[in-house]
């Protein structure tokens, strides 16, 4: 089967810097996957992810979407329509007054016929839990309700890949909480996810972890192989899952807890078990 994103050693350089943003990474995510992305400020993420959506081209190496070349030409429109982006500020990504007519405008541009349209936006706000906010202002709702007229957006172009650069960033714990949930309900649905975070407790429900370091690829692996190598994170300056931090520091008190406790309920239920 063919990874729907392959990136093959790819560079990016903006303009005349000396340093590369991207400097170098190979990287392959399967359909289905829900893959996160952590790495400390500047360590390339966004620029990532601008190469995965065709915002930017590699200065060297390839990047494929569902097999497309984001450098062949007339690709960029085929790619960026098998794969969305949704972005940290909200505001930036609802352009509309109204709901359902920022729902409408991707499709709208590339001339989905407006029955048609109906029905996707229609579909899209109701995945996202946002259908009774159709006629309203986007203005008028909360950050994590913004964001998900964003996805909604996103969703009614029908991708097979969604990257969220940050998108929980701004939110409140409960806008945080609701987003990601939906990217989970999303990737079940079939719905491949990159998820661009530095919430380690939101990397730590992905599938895999990918950790960024001045442009390349520093650790990868599944979120309990990632996050056991406590000092190698730390030292990428990324924290680890509080309750791993926790099952550490209760090793060290000589509590015999197992390897990969990462979330509030295995450490319950690891806690309960010990005589
Ligand atoms: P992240 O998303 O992980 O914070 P970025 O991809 O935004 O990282 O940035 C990677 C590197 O590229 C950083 O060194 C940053 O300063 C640089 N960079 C980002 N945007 C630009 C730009 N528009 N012009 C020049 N350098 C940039
Ligand atoms: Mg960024």
């Known amino acids: 089967m063919v990874p729907i994103i392959q990136v093959e050693n790819a560079r990016y350089r903006y303009g005349e810097e000396k340093k590369m943003a991207v400097d170098g990474v190979t ?11 952590l ?3 500047g360590s390339g993420k966004s620029t990532l992810a601008k190469l995965i959506n065709a915002l930017f081209l590699p200065t060297e ?19 960026r ?32 016929p407006s029955d048609e349209i109906r029905r996707r936006v229609d579909e899209a706000l109701d ?33 097979d890949v969604i990257v969220f650069d940050e998108a929980t960033a701004m939110l409140d714990p409960s806008g945080r909480r609701d987003v990601m949930a939906i ?7 079939g719905i491949t996810v990159v998820w661009i975070t530095h919430f380690m407790r ?22 309990v192989a990632v996050f056991e190598q406590v000092d190698r994170v730390r030292a990428l300056g990324l924290d680890v899952p509080e309750m791993v931090d926790l099952a550490g520091r209760l090793r ?5 807890l197992p390897a990969g406790v990462m979330t509030v309920d295995e450490m319950v239920v690891e806690l309960c078990r010990l005589k």
């Open 39 to 41: 790495g400390h400020n």
């Open 81 to 112: 329509r098998h794969c969305g982006m949704v972005f940290q500020n909200p505001d930036n990504q609802l352009v509309a007054t109204v709901v359902e007519e920022d729902g409408a405008f991707g499709l709208e541009n590339i001339g989905v």
């Open 202 to 223: 939101e990397a730590s429900l992905a599938g895999r972890v990918i950790v960024m370091d001045k442009g390349e690829i520093a650790l990868e692996g599944s979120p």
């Open 27 to 37: 990287l392959s995510v399967e359909k289905g996957e829900f893959v996160a992305v």
């Open 127 to 159: 995945m996202v839990g946002m259908l009774s906010y159709a006629r309203h202002a986007p203005h008028m709702l909360s950050g994590g309700q913004k964001q998900r007229v964003a996805i909604a957006g996103v969703l009614a172009m029908r991708p």
């Open 61 to 79: 190496g390839r990047v494929l979407v569902a097999g497309l070349d984001t450098a062949g030409k007339d690709n960029a429109w085929a790619v």
């Open 252 to 256: 060290e008190k000589g509590v015999p």
């Open 183 to 189: 990217a989970q309900k999303l990737n079940r649905e």
